[in-house]
Structure formats: C-alpha cells, structure tokens
C-alpha cells in the first residue's frame, strides 16, 4: 500500500474506532516530527499555526492556497501518521473548491475541513466572525465530495455560526451539511460543556471534532472526558505555536541579559541528539552506500 | 496504459515521438491528444518558469511545484525531469522520491555533472558517480511500477564504445530504459544496429531521421519552438502597428 492510501485509511479507521483520536497541530515539518515522536497519533496543518509560522501574522485568511497547500505537503513528507488540512472556506468559488480538494488528496493528507466563514476568514476563537448562507457550504461539500477520488479522503464541515446565531443554528446547519455530504462535523467554538453534550446528541452517530484551544472560547477538557462526551477527535490548535514563541522569547531574553545562551542550555536539545532526531546517521549511511567504490564493485565487473 | 505498456507500445510502434512540456499552454493542447505520454522538459520549464535557456537554473523544488500543478490536469502517463540528480547520488535519492511523489511516473536522469546544462556539449559524470545516481533513485522510489530511464548525453565524448558499456552497467544496475541525446546519425545507426540489455530511445527534433531499431523518440520541444516563432511574428506585427500609428 502506497503511503497517501496507507495515511486515509489509518484516519478512517481511527477517526471510526470509537476512541478519540488526539491530534495535534503542526506549525511546520519539525513540529509535527516531533508530535510524531512522543504519540500524537495525527497531526493538524491548520491555518492559525501556519499563519503564525509562514507569516508572522494573525490567522486572518491572509495565508492563502498556495501557502497552506505547501507547509502541509511539507509535513505529510515528513511524519508517517495521517495529516488532516484546514482548507479553510476552500479559497473561492466551486471551482476553486475542486482544485483544493484535488490538491490535498494528492499531496496525501488524510482528509481537510472547509468551513462557513465569510472570506477573509477568522481563527475561530476571534470576535467579529461572519456566516454565509447555509447554502453555500452545502453547495461546496457536494463539489467537494464530487472532486474527491477517494472516498476515504474525508471531508469535514465546520460552522462557525455559534458566535453569530447560537448554538441552534450550528447544530442546524450541520445537519444540513452532513446531508449534503459531510463526513465528519465540526462545530467551532462550543461555550460549554453542555453545548459540548447538545453537539452529541445532535450528532450520536456522526464523528465530531473538538477545538481545544488555549484562552478560546471553550473549556479545556481532557481527552478521555471528550471521548465520554462523544467525541471522535481532539485537536490541539495552537499549543505548539505558543510554546515555541514563548521558549524563543524567553531564550532571547536571557542572551539579552547575560550575553550568552549558557542559562537556558538546560532548556535545550542538544546538538547531538537533535541531529540524531533529524535522522543524520541515516542520511550519512545513504550517502556512503552510493560511493563510486561500491558502485564499481557491484556493478562494472 | 502503465509504464510497463508504454515501452511495450513504443517497441510496437518505433515511430512514437513523445512530445514535452514546459508550461500550462502546450501541456493542455498535448493532454486533449492521444499520446501515450508527455515528458515534463527541465529546459522548457526552466524557459516558461524562471525565463532561463539552461535546465540546470531551475531548482528541484521550482520543477516539482510546477509538475505537481501538471500532474491534476492528466491522468495519463508523465515523464519527470530529474536531470543529473541535482546533486550527489544522495540529493538524487531524495529528488527521486520528491518527484514521484509529485506525480512522475517516469523518472529520467541524464548523466551530466551537477548542474545540468542545457548546451549541445555537456559535460557527463563518470560510470561510478551515475550508477550510484541510479541506485539511490531506485531506492527512493516508493512505487514498483515507477521506471527510471537514462539519458546518455555524452556520446561525443565516450564514443560508441563508452556508450555501450554504460548501456551494460546501467542494465545491471536496474535502469528500465535508455536515451540518447547528441548523438549523430551514424552513431545512431551503429547503436541501433547494436543488441542492447535496454529498449534504446532517442531525442527527437524536426529534421531528425527516424531509424529502425529506435523504440521510441524523446520530443525536445518542438510545439513551445513553433510557439515561440509565432510570438515573434505577432510582436513585429505590434511593432509594425505602432509604427504605423506614430506615423499617422
């Protein structure tokens, strides 16, 4: 089985399992090696983490197509657990939706969301978001669904109209959505657990995400308690972004202070056992396989 | 139709001429055609990319961007350039891998030195340093159906001799194909009439003589060429019309 087949097949059958599947969001290919390597069992390339680490900027829909679609290809090369995409609102009309779908399926993510926002979008935890009619997303998940050519690519709906109509009408527009298509629901932004509860009932058989995001509008919940509330999917949003900016902060800080790094060295990987992370004993290994002696030895006698 | 079909459709049909492609335009008005693959050129992607005559100015990661963007426009079988490996046999092994995960179907490495040029003169590695090249793209490859076929291009200074012992080196070494680019007519004929380990292509451009005993012909961009008259043409049309204006 090729690797892109491998990684659908492995989201589908955890995202169906009936555990909840913990995954976290990967600001670039180190990160999510890294999340790799201590048991995050999928990793997220998603816009705020992206924005934060292409641009320097708010996740406010200026990291666009292009941007995204490359930073997450990036990270597929680079772990050999599923990558889920935020494609956001699908980056335009139809059409464009059928080139975002095409694109992800064959860099060999796992599935992406596209989400009900107004473009220029908001991180869903901002204030000031806008909806468009429930119509049109239904319309780009049936584009979206057409333009799949597998069907375990999954494609995830995500509202983000709690903020603007209420809870009701997330709910709503969320049927609708799966109607049209959608395998798997995410409703951003939940203020409560019991709007936590409400979304399960809701949706008792339909795999749901849950957003956990540092100082956002829903409560910190712990995986095993979302698994008990009916949750298929965690997702950490913005955790590694926050901690490698408050580590790269904190760190300058200290080189400011007493002119050298010598402090915070306790805080670091070391030289060896990140390039052994990296893999430069490997990389080193393949280069010598290649030499010209055993290529002459092998193979011009 | 797989790579395995494609060379044995070429050796049934010997006069195939497989076109190239270095820009959306031409690889639309190619896909709408029957052929039974299209090679992704790094010298005409290079010219439609970077607006560079020489292959070996266009980066890995330019070509793949723009292979991959081809790549969703067709199903059919796709020629990947990965001219001399864009470096050592280890950069070769992960340029390998980077373009068959853009799409390429067909991988095929030239053996020139790193960078690659485009000129009617190149300079070419030695047997070692190619054979390592090929192995680690063989290695890098995560598909069995992917070929890697060769790309001899130093016929001039090897000679016919060189050539076939590369051929045998390179056969040993799990090469699925070969092709030869400035080569000369008679020298042509001579390899074709030679009994090779490996089908045996050959680059193609107008005027070239189709012989027997070649399985299979390497475009090396004629459409982009007769397209690239035809603008000249239309610019000195402009000009004239604004001449003609300023004079008014």
């Known amino acids: ?43 997220f390339s998603a816009g705020y983490a992206t924005s934060a680490s292409a641009l320097a900027m708010p996740d406010r829909g200026i990291a666009d197509f292009g941007l995204s679609l490359e930073r997450c290809r990036q990270i597929v090369n680079a772990v050999n ?37 107004v473009w220029p979008k908001r991180c869903g935890h901002m204030d000031g978001k806008k909806v468009e009619p429930t119509e049109v997303l239904e319309a780009k998940l049936r584009a979206a669904k057409a333009a ?40 951003e932004a939940p203020q409560s657990v019991a709007e936590l509860e409400k979304i399960h009932e809701a949706f008792p058989e339909t795999p749901l995400m849950a957003n956990m995001i540092e100082d956002g509008k829903t409560p910190l919940t712990k995986k095993e308690d979302l698994q008990k509330l009916g949750f298929n ?57 290649y030499s010209p002696e055993k290529m002459a030895e092998a193979y011009m006698h | 139709m797989t790579q395995a079909n494609l060379l044995t459709y070429l050796d049934n049909h010997p006069e195939t001429i497989i076109p190239a492609s270095g820009d959306g335009n031409t690889f639309i008005s190619l896909s709408s055609q029957n052929f039974p693959a299209i090679l992704i050129d790094g010298t005409l992607a290079a010219n439609n990319l970077i607006a560079e005559d020489s292959e070996g100015m266009l980066t890995l990661s330019e070509y793949a961007k723009f ?29 390998a891998k980077e373009l068959e995960r853009s799409g390429g179907d067909i991988i095929l490495l030239n053996d020139q030195t790193y960078p690659a040029h485009t000129t009617a003169e190149p300079i070419t590695t030695t047997p070692e340093d190619l054979i390592g090249k090929l192995r680690a793209a063989k290695d890098a490859l995560e598909n069995p159906a992917t070929q890697i076929w060769i790309k001899l291009e130093g016929i001039q200074s090897y000679g016919i001799d060189g050539i076939i012992q590369r051929i ?36 193609w451009e107008p005027g070239t003589k189709q012989i027997a005993g070649i399985s299979g012909w390497l475009d090396k961009g004629y459409l982009p060429s007769v397209i690239k008259r035809a603008q000249l043409e239309a610019i000195n049309y402009i000009k004239q019309g604004g001449l003609t204006y300023a004079e008014k």
């Not at chain 1, 990987?269 to 010598?288: C, H, W, Y």
């Open chain 1, 1 to 43: 089985m090729l690797k892109n087949e491998k990684m659908r097949h492995q989201f589908k059958t955890e995202v169906m399992s009936g555990h909840i599947v913990e995954m976290m969001v990967a600001p670039d290919a180190l990160a999510a090696k890294i999340s790799e390597a201590e048991g995050a069992q999928a990793i």
């Open chain 1, 81 to 117: 657990v599923p990558v889920f995409a935020d494609a956001d609102t699908g980056y335009g009309d139809l059409d464009n939706i059928k080139r975002t779908v095409e694109s992800y399926e064959a860099i060999g993510a796992a599935g992406m969301f596209i989400e009900d926002q």
């Open chain 1, 148 to 187: 799949r050519k597998h069907d375990d690519f999954l494609i995830m709906s995500r509202t983000d109209a709690r903020a603007v109509y209420g809870l009701d009408d997330a709910i709503a527009r969320s049927k609708r959505y799966r109607a049209a298509g959608a395998d798997l629901i995410f409703i």
């Open chain 1, 233 to 289: 999917i965690v997702v950490h949003p913005n955790t590694l972004t926050y901690t490698q900016a408050y580590a790269e902060k904190t760190l300058i800080e200290t080189l400011k202070r007493d002119g050298s790094t010598k402090a915070y060295k306790d805080r670091m990987i070391t030289f060896p056992k990140f390039n052994e992370f990296v893999g430069l004993d490997q990389v080193n290994a393949r280069d010598a396989e």
């Open chain 2, 67 to 95: 292979l991959r963007d081809m790549r969703l426009k067709k199903n059919s079988l796709l020629i990947a350039d990965l001219q001399s490996g864009f470096g050592n046999p280890l950069n070769t092994f992960y340029s």
């Open chain 2, 168 to 203: 045998g080196y390179l056969a040993k070494a799990g090469a699925d194909a070969i092709a030869i680019d400035h080569y000369d007519a008679d020298q042509l004929a001579q390899l074709a009439e030679t009994k090779l380990p490996l089908p045996l292509m050959a680059t």
